[in-house]
C-alpha cells in the first residue's frame, strides 16, 4: 500500500499541504510530573528496568482500575524508540489483548504512521497514560492517572524519545501538567522534561471527527518536519 493509498485509507484524500509551517515555542510551556509524593513506591519504580517494570505494572493494585481490567497494558514497541506516543488509556479490545490500540483507533493509528513513513515497534514505542482501562472506556479520573504516573515516567526515562506525541486530551494534559485545547496546543513544539512535545488528536476522536483528519495530516507533517530537525 502506497502513501496515497494510505491517506485515503484515512480518508485524507487529496493530501494536504502546509500553507505555512506554524511557528515552534520549544520550551514555552514548562511541564512537570502529576502530583505524586516521591514515595518508596515511586522510587522503587524509578529504578526499574523493563522486566520488572512489566511486571510491576502486572501486579499493580494502586487504584481502582485494577478491579475490572482483564490485564494492565504497559505499551508496546521499541525500548530504543525516536518516537514515543502517548495516549489516553487501554480500551476494550487492548484490555483483551495486552497491547495498546489494537482496535480500529489502532488501525487508523497505524495509517497515520505509516503516512510518515514509521511504523510501530521500528523506532516508535506507544503507551498509555494509564495501564488498566477505565469501565465504559471513560476519562481516567485525576487519582488514577496519578497511580499511573510513575509506570510512564520511568518508561519515558528508560526509552529516551527524541520526540513525544501526545494523543488526545487526556494525555496532553498529564504531561503538560495544565489545561489543554488541542486546537490551540497543536502545531507547536512544548516541552517536557527537556524534550520536545507535540499534541494531536487522539485516533478514536478522529474516526467521529472527519473533518479534523486534515488537521491530523497538517500535524504529521509538523512531526516529520521536527524530527528532521531534530536529527
Known sequence: MNRDQILKEMGLGPIWKLRQPPKKKRGAESATAP????????AAIAALGWDELRQA?????ACALCKTRQQAVLGVGDPDADWLFIGEGPGADEDACGEPFVGKAGKLLDNMLAAIDLKRGAR????NAVKCRPPDNRTPEPGETAACWPFLARQIELIQPK???TLGKPAAQTLLQQEVK????????HDFAGMPLIVTYHPAYLLRSLLDKARAWED?????????ELR
Open 35 to 42: 502530583a505524586t509524593p516521591v514515595d518508596a513506591r515511586t
Open 57 to 61: 505494572v502486572a501486579d499493580c493494585q
Open 124 to 127: 516508535v514505542y506507544i503507551a
Open 163 to 165: 520526540l513525544i506525541v
Open 182 to 189: 488541542i486546537a490551540d496546543a497543536r502545531g507547536q513544539v
Open 220 to 228: 504529521l507533517c509538523f512531526m516529520r518536519k521536527t524530527m528532521k
